[in-house]
């Protein structure tokens, strides 16, 4: 299958209730804790970084193959494609939590978004924890 990608630069804001509310809307014995989290990350460097990021375009030039860039995305969607759209990573001021907003968009039938949290471990970033943000 062949995918298109393009930058996402939405106005996004960290709330810690609506993180607390989307963070387990099941109850499991495998969801990372949201209050570890919550103590390593500012949320308020998270919504300064966000209303100062640079929007520049990402740089997807390291993606497989059968990703392409795509500039006119209701285009590609009419064609019953599939679009993916990525923000750049939010960084938390230790350099050691990043955050990034992907959703992704079938054509006019489906989509969804989440946010996908990294914890940095031994220089390797590590998916600690994802929250899906809407799906239709």
Known sequence: ????????????????????????????????DIDFFLNEVSLDHLNNFVKNRDTSEINFDMLPKHFTKV??????????????????????????WAIFLAYSAHGSVASGGKLYIYQKIDGKWILYHWITTFTS
């Open 1 to 32: 299958m062949d995918y298109g990608f393009t930058s996402l630069n939405d106005q996004l804001v960290f709330d810690e209730a609506m993180l607390r509310d989307l963070w387990e809307p099941m109850k499991s014995s495998s969801t990372p």
């Open 71 to 96: 500039s006119n995305t209701e285009q590609y969607l009419k064609n019953n494609r599939t679009v993916v759209y990525v923000s750049k990573p939010f960084i938390n001021c230790s350099k050691n």
